[in-house]
Nanobody, 119 residues
Framework: QVQLVESGGGLVQAGGSLRLSCVAS????????MGWYRQAPGKQRELVAT???????NYADSVKGRFTISRDNAKNAVSLQMSSLKPEDTAVYYC?????????????WGQGTQVTVSS
C-alpha cells in the first residue's frame, strides 16, 4: 500500500520561498504521475502542479513562473519549490500520486502540510 508523507510547510512572508517535499513508501512510483494540490479554507481542492515519469510538468496558471515541481526517483520523492509567495497561496498542500490498483487508476493522498503566507 502506497503512503505519502509531506514536509516543509510553514509560515512565510509574502515574497518569500518555501520548499515542500513528499516521500513515498510501499512501492516505487518512478513510473507514476505525481503532483501537488492545495485546498484553502472554504474552497475546493485544486491542482498546483504535476510531473510525469518522464518529467513532463504541468502547472496551474496561478503558480506558473513561481513554483517548480521536481522528482527524485531514487528517493521515491517529489518536491515543490515555491517562490514569490503571495497571501493567496495560503492553503493546505497535498502530495498526490496516481497508482494502478485492482485494474483502476486511484488517487493516493498525503496528510497535507500547511503553508501560510503573511502580507
Amino acid at each position: 500500500q502506497v503512503q505519502l508523507v509531506e514536509s516543509g510547510g510553514g509560515l512565510v512572508q509574502a515574497g518569500g520561498s518555501l520548499r515542500l517535499s513528499c516521500v513515498a513508501s510501499g512501492r516505487s512510483l518512478s513510473n507514476n504521475v505525481m503532483g501537488w494540490y492545495r485546498q484553502a479554507p472554504g474552497k475546493q481542492r485544486e491542482l498546483v502542479a504535476t510531473i510525469t515519469s518522464v518529467r513532463t510538468t504541468n502547472y496551474a496558471d496561478s503558480v506558473k513562473g513561481r513554483f517548480t515541481i521536481s522528482r527524485d526517483n531514487a528517493k521515491n520523492a517529489v518536491s515543490l519549490q515555491m517562490s514569490s509567495l503571495k497571501p493567496e497561496d495560503t492553503a493546505v498542500y497535498y502530495c498526490n500520486a496516481v497508482v494502478l490498483s485492482g485494474g483502476r487508476f486511484t488517487n493516493v493522498w498525503g496528510q497535507g502540510t500547511q503553508v501560510t503566507v503573511s502580507s
